[in-house]
């Protein structure tokens, strides 16, 4: 493959400068200026079979460490300024993939208003690995997950489910919607990448808020086309991967019961449509017409019991 400091000189030409970088690739750590006061600071590898199939293309993998990272980003309300990717590649990987990986990361930076300032690479008798730090700053108030209130109306920025069909490698980050959803005069209140379930995720939210409970409409549920491929026309497997599958990467926020969402902005008219709401009692409930049901709050967890 070469050595790593050629690849790491060849790197600083292939990302280019940016306004706003001081010191780029090439030395110990970037120097970039901050845009604002607060930065807004994430971190998520990509693992070969774990996030993805080994046969993916490259260039699909890289975009998607990149927009995982950004999708977090955006839950915050915040706009992207810099990466920095950590490559650990498999030994004897091929040079054409590792191209296309890169062009995959370069371009959802570009596509997300980022710009790659630092990293490393090593290799491995094992799994691909990509892990991207997203650096960002706010142009409003941060949007937390633990300020669902009791009462609030939850909404979510897009279809779920079925994502394992090729979805989890081609979404786009939500970020004009985090951004709108922060500024001054929207009256949300808590937000949260749906990123593992939208059951799990609620839970993470309604846990971080004090415990609280929520009920969905089943019938309210934006259900992805790709859940009802899955699905084969079963509607209750197609609602089921809408609450459970993950690697959604839309938004899911809480508005006051009594507040409506300002007009204009990037919002469909599915997103202006609750599909829940938020109770003071603890638990996870399933309404289906007449039917209300206590469900689990599934979804993907990895696990880190000590083998």
Same mark, same amino acid.
């Given at each position: 493959?070469?050595?790593?400091?050629?690849?790491?000189?060849?790197?600083?030409?292939?990302?280019?400068?940016?306004?706003?970088?001081?010191?780029?690739?090439?030395?110990?750590?970037?120097?970039?200026?901050?845009?604002?006061?607060?930065?807004?600071?994430?971190?998520?590898?990509?693992?070969?079979?774990?996030?993805?199939?080994?046969?993916?293309?490259?260039?699909?993998?890289?975009?998607?460490?990149?927009?995982?990272?950004?999708?977090?980003?955006?839950?915050?309300?915040?706009?992207?300024?810099?990466?920095?990717?950590?490559?650990?590649?498999?030994?004897?990987?091929?040079?054409?993939?590792?191209?296309?990986?890169?062009?995959?990361? +370069?371009? !959802? $930076? *570009? %596509? =997300?208003?980022?710009?790659? @300032?630092? /990293?490393?690479?090593?290799?491995? &008798?094992?799994?691909?690995?990509?892990?991207?730090?997203?650096?960002?700053?706010?142009?409003?108030?941060?949007?937390? +997950?633990? !300020? $669902? *209130? %009791? =009462?609030?109306?939850?909404? @979510?920025? /897009?279809?779920?489910?079925?994502? &394992?069909?090729?979805?989890?490698?081609?979404?786009?980050?939500?970020?004009?919607?985090?951004?709108?959803?922060?500024?001054?005069?929207?009256?949300?209140?808590?937000?949260?990448?749906?990123?593992? /379930?939208?059951?799990?995720?609620?839970?993470?939210?309604?846990?971080?808020?004090?415990?609280?409970?929520?009920?969905?409409?089943?019938?309210?549920?934006?259900?992805?086309?790709?859940?009802?491929?899955?699905?084969?026309?079963?509607?209750?497997?197609?609602?089921?991967?809408?609450?459970?599958?993950?690697?959604?990467?839309?938004?899911?926020?809480?508005?006051?019961?009594?507040?409506?969402?300002?007009?204009?902005?990037?919002?469909?008219?599915?997103?202006?449509?609750?599909?829940?709401?938020?109770?003071?009692?603890?638990?996870?409930?399933?309404?289906?017409?007449?039917?209300?049901?206590?469900?689990?709050?599934?979804?993907?967890?990895?696990?880190?019991?000590?083998?």
């Amino acid at each position: 493959m070469g050595g790593e400091r050629k690849f790491t000189a060849g790197l600083a030409r292939f990302f280019g400068g940016a306004r706003g970088v001081r010191i780029g690739i090439g030395d110990d750590a970037a120097v970039v200026r901050n845009p604002a006061r607060d930065s807004v600071v994430c971190c998520d590898p990509v693992v070969a079979s774990v996030h993805f199939d080994g046969d993916a293309d490259p260039a699909l993998v890289g975009r998607k460490a990149v927009n995982r990272n950004l999708a977090d980003l955006a839950a915050m309300g915040a706009t992207p300024d810099w990466l920095l990717v950590s490559l650990v590649l498999p030994r004897g990987w091929p040079a054409a993939h590792r191209s296309r990986l890169l062009r995959g990361i +370069r371009a !959802a $930076a *570009r %596509a =997300g208003g980022a710009h790659v @300032v630092g /990293g490393d690479v090593a290799t491995v &008798r094992g799994p691909l690995v990509v892990t991207v730090t997203a650096i960002g700053h706010l142009q409003g108030r941060a949007l937390l +997950r633990s !300020a $669902a *209130r %009791a =009462g609030d109306l939850l909404h @979510v920025t /897009g279809p779920l489910g079925g994502s &394992r069909l090729g979805h989890h490698l081609r979404f786009s980050p939500p970020l004009r919607a985090g951004r709108w959803l922060a500024r001054g005069n929207s009256p949300v209140r808590a937000a949260i990448d749906v990123s593992d /379930g939208l059951l799990l995720d609620l839970h993470t939210m309604l846990q971080a808020s004090g415990g609280l409970g929520a009920e969905l409409d089943a019938r309210a549920l934006p259900v992805s086309r790709d859940a009802l491929r899955q699905a084969r026309g079963d509607r209750d497997a197609a609602i089921r991967a809408a609450l459970a599958d993950g690697e959604d990467h839309e938004l899911l926020f809480t508005v006051p019961r009594r507040r409506r969402l300002p007009a204009g902005g990037p919002l469909t008219a599915a997103a202006r449509r609750p599909i829940g709401r938020v109770l003071a009692r603890p638990g996870l409930w399933l309404v289906d017409g007449d039917t209300r049901r206590r469900v689990a709050p599934e979804g993907h967890e990895h696990d880190l019991a000590a083998s």
